[in-house]
């Protein structure tokens, strides 16, 4: 059973913007913070953003002032709003949720900006 699913990637001009949206399903309980993680080709994964239960986001100091992560928990989505976006925000997106015990990993999305 897929427990994240990941969607709203695409090709973007530089200076664009793109939002993520990550739904997740109601069997992970007790989901102590979620995130958005990235892979770029021949680099490795890294954390992008991060929102705990208690609404305390954090975010890469690559990304600040132009990503902002948030969720509504009525619909079960994580979203990532891009704005500002670089070539090198090209990557892979990944969505996660973290429990007590376990963290959670969506299929990612691809992300590519055009210079």
């Known amino acids: 059973q897929v427990q994240l699913v990941e969607s709203g990637g695409g090709l973007v001009q530089a200076g664009g913007s793109l939002r993520l949206s990550c739904a997740w399903s109601?069997?992970?309980?007790?989901?102590?913070?979620m995130g958005w993680y990235r892979q770029a080709p021949g680099k490795q994964r890294e954390l992008v953003a991060t929102?705990?239960?208690?609404?305390?986001?954090n975010y890469a100091d690559s990304v600040k002032g132009r990503f902002t992560i948030s969720r509504d928990n009525a619909k079960n989505t994580l979203y990532l709003q891009m704005n500002s976006l670089k070539p090198e925000d090209t990557a892979v997106y990944y969505c996660t949720a973290t429990t007590d015990i376990f963290t959670y990993w969506g299929q990612g999305t691809q992300v590519t900006v055009s210079s």
């Open positions: 929102l705990t239960s208690s609404d305390y986001t």
């Open positions: 109601r069997t992970i309980f007790s989901i102590d913070f």
